[in-house]
């Protein structure tokens, strides 16, 4: 029944800054824990970021702790990646993810439930 759908992506100069935002429909998301998600060809979906529900905690992965941002506001139903300093190799297609457990670091594609259909970051100048 939670829909979730990824916006704000698009091309950016290294160094430039995105927000991406996860709108959900279809339910709230007071019951979940969330996620960014990022992948490129021949990888696996990688976990970048991801915030809890119940306290708020947010885990985030080492090459992207100083420069992207998670955040959730509930009463709008969204999430947001606020990415800044981008560099090529951060060029992806990014999804967001919801499961119903708390997340303690962000684990794995296989851990959520619900996805995003997923959206472009460039970083090309």
């Known amino acids: 029944q939670l829909q979730l759908v990824e916006s704000g992506g698009g091309l950016v100069q290294p160094g430039g800054s995105l927000t991406l935002s996860c709108a959900a429909s279809?339910?709230?998301?007071?019951?979940?824990?969330l996620a960014w998600f990022r992948q490129v060809p021949g990888k696996e979906r990688e976990a970048i970021a991801c915030?809890?529900?119940?306290?708020?905690?947010?885990y985030k992965i080492e090459s992207v702790k100083d420069r992207f941002a998670i955040s959730r506001d509930n009463a709008k139903k969204t999430m947001y990646l606020q990415m800044d300093d981008l560099k090529p190799e951060d060029a992806a297609v990014y999804y967001c993810?919801?499961?119903?457990?708390?997340?303690?670091?962000?684990?794995?594609?296989?851990?959520?439930?619900?996805w995003g259909q997923g959206i472009q970051v460039a970083v090309s100048s």
């Open positions: 993810g919801a499961r119903r457990s708390r997340v303690v670091f962000c684990l794995t594609e296989r851990d959520y439930l619900h």
């Open positions: 915030i809890n529900n119940h306290d708020g905690s947010k």
């Open positions: 279809g339910g709230s998301l007071d019951r979940y824990a």
